[in-house]
């Protein structure tokens, strides 16, 4: 089983891909998509087509059976999850595209499944990300890092549990609908 | 100059074009696409995935000159300004993709570029949207009428003014960067 997983940022949307076999790991790739600094597009809807089109090569190289991405129904104020939102919308739109499914896990559930510990700090599981994967040195930057522990997520979810996270519900909708100023 | 007017929702995003030509508006298709009811796709990635094609033929079918959004700073809670995040991702990748400007106008400048008032009431938005296309009734639904406000707006701006609304700044995404949880 192939799994990608994807954590998206307005600056910079990291991407890990594994390889799982029963309860071993290999990382075939990571990454980042980068949409700040010299020669990137200054406008946004331009950032989100550098993302997609960068995204979607990836996909298409690995052909993953998942992707994999953090649930932020967390996010603290109305400006950066709505820019976050525009970011998200664009990577679920590449895996619809891409024919995968799209699996959620709360940074709790990444923390608890690759560290063992919900309340995990970076650093923990970044040096769990690197043992599980058999890798020399901590994948860097941390978003790459963080999108590689989303698919140890799902490997193990997939490997030893039925768990398998959380899809946007028609409840989660409905409570939107309810709230959607538009 | 044919202007393309896009209300993204959740549930239902509204579109309408126009053709501008001095000060004479005729409208040239608007409608909706919906993302709930019987036949549509309950999880979010294939919602977008249906607004993202949809929008995509429209905007392939009427080559339009520019696609104007509105600017949803005030989006007043985390979750809802999240879940539209999403679909305005997909919408302004729309855009990018078939090579559009995006502009973007507040309620309040499309309300005074399409009424005179800026406080205006939707009925008193639909009328004028139904007088200024020359139309036999008011396009329904809303999100219709909303999208093609949008576009009068900037058929306004263009034909009137510099005015040209807003785009997301790079001080707009300084600002996000420096909220952004990511």
Redesign the interface.
């Known amino acids: 089983m192939i799994i990608a997983g994807v954590?998206?940022?307005?600056?910079v949307t990291g991407y890990g891909i594994i390889k799982v076999e029963g309860n071993h790991f290999q990382c075939l790739d990571y990454g980042v998509i980068s949409t700040t600094g010299r020669g990137c597009p200054?406008?946004?809807?331009?950032r989100?087509?550098k993302i997609?089109e960068s995204l979607s090569d990836v996909l298409d190289k690995h052909s993953p059976d998942y992707l994999v991405v953090e649930s932020?129904?967390?996010?603290?104020?109305?400006?950066?999850?709505?820019?976050?939102?525009?970011?998200?919308?664009?990577i679920?739109?590449s895996?619809?595209?891409a024919g995968l499914p799209?699996i959620e896990y709360t940074p709790l559930e990444v923390k608890k499944a690759v560290t063992g510990y919900g309340r995990a700090d970076k650093e923990q599981v970044q040096t769990m990300v690197k043992r599980l994967l058999n890798l020399d040195t901590i994948p860097k930057p941390h978003d790459a890092s963080d999108a590689l522990a989303l698919a140890i997520c799902q490997g193990f979810g997939g490997a030893r549990s039925s768990k398998r996270g959380k899809?946007?519900s028609?409840s989660d909708?409905k409570?939107?609908?309810h709230?959607?100023?538009?």
């Open positions: 954590d998206p940022g307005s600056r200054s406008e946004l809807k331009d989100l087509h997609f932020i129904f967390y996010a603290r104020n109305v400006h950066s999850s709505l820019l976050l939102g525009h970011v998200r919308g664009v679920l739109l895996a619809a595209r799209v899809r946007w028609e909708l409570q939107a609908r709230k959607d100023p538009c």
